[in-house]
């Protein structure tokens, strides 16, 4: 059992460097030459196993913050905003999907290596923790306010993968006279399957989860939407700096204007039959 809290994510940025066109390069506010360290915690985690050979493939997914101006005195968060957040291999960082499943979008994975100093992933584990699918079990150790998560697993016939979820249970909703429990939190990550090349993916999809019963879980993926236009004169209007601002207007990139970040919702349901749903707990003393 993962303990998503005390695991992290560190890394180490090469020293930021002026760029030719923006005064604030992703939001950046560092003179040239500063170095950047970030953490963040681990909110969710993935497997895929290829039942056929064994091979896993980890995948994580760390917490997230808003789109910011780094590091700045005033003027902290960037206006439009968007939901910053990395998920990522032993080795890639991987692409989260805007678009719903059946579209495919440019890939945009980096290398870890590559792209940091040096990072860490750091993985802690919780001990002494009981499993079961039991629900009067669930019922009684969410009354008893145990700590658990829960790991949520469904295959793919077609390419012989078992895929298992891991995650907190914050939220769940529990009928101690009929013996009813529902699981409904995320968010998770789950992977684009198309994109897996024997030996990992390069999209997955940001989603909520729930289930009722050990052998059924749903999944709903976020996708981004078109705001009409009444909604765009406020959603894309800059508050205070502008990331998009230039040092000479004269003198644009090639993509200028680039995209403005888009509003999100959540609509695509998986339904996954067959699935085997257990909990995890560790005993509140």
Not at 27 to 48: D, K, P, W
Not at 161 to 170: F, K, T
Request: glycine share 4%; hydrophobic share 35%.
């Amino acid at each position: 059992m993962i303990n998503f809290q005390a695991s992290t994510y560190t890394w180490k940025a090469p020293p930021a460097k002026p760029d030719p066109h923006y005064k604030w390069p992703g939001g950046l506010v560092s003179q040239a030459s500063e170095v950047l360290h970030v953490r963040f915690s681990l909110e969710a985690a993935c497997t895929i196993t290829d039942e056929a050979t064994g091979h896993v493939s980890e995948m994580f997914m760390g917490a997230p913050c808003r789109a910011e101006y780094t590091i700045a005195k005033r003027n902290l968060f960037q206006v439009p905003s968007n939901e910053f957040r990395m998920a990522f291999s032993r080795k890639h960082s991987l692409d989260i999907a805007n678009r719903p499943s059946n579209e495919v979008e440019p890939a945009k994975t980096r290398n870890l290596d590559a792209h940091h100093t040096n990072h860490k992933i750091d993985i802690r584990k919780r001990k002494d923790i009981t499993t079961t699918a039991d629900p009067a079990e669930i019922i009684d150790m969410t009354l008893a306010n145990d700590l658990m998560s829960a790991r949520s697993t469904y295959r793919d016939e077609e390419r012989g993968l078992s895929i298992a979820v891991e995650y907190p249970v914050n939220l769940i909703n529990v009928n101690p006279v009929d013996g009813e429990y529902q699981v409904c939190t995320g968010p998770v990550i789950v992977p684009d399957l198309k994109t897996w090349d024997g030996n990992s993916v390069t999209r997955v999809f940001l989603a909520h989860v729930a289930f009722t019963a050990s052998d059924y879980v749903e999944f709903i993926l976020r996708r981004e939407v078109d705001a009409s236009d009444s909604e765009k004169a406020w959603l894309a209007q800059p508050y205070g700096m502008d990331r998009n601002e230039l040092h000479d207007p004269a003198n644009k990139p090639s993509d200028y204007p680039p995209r403005r970040w888009q509003a999100t919702a959540y609509s695509e349901v998986w339904e996954k039959e067959n699935a085997n749903n257990v909990i995890m707990r560790v005993a509140n003393p």
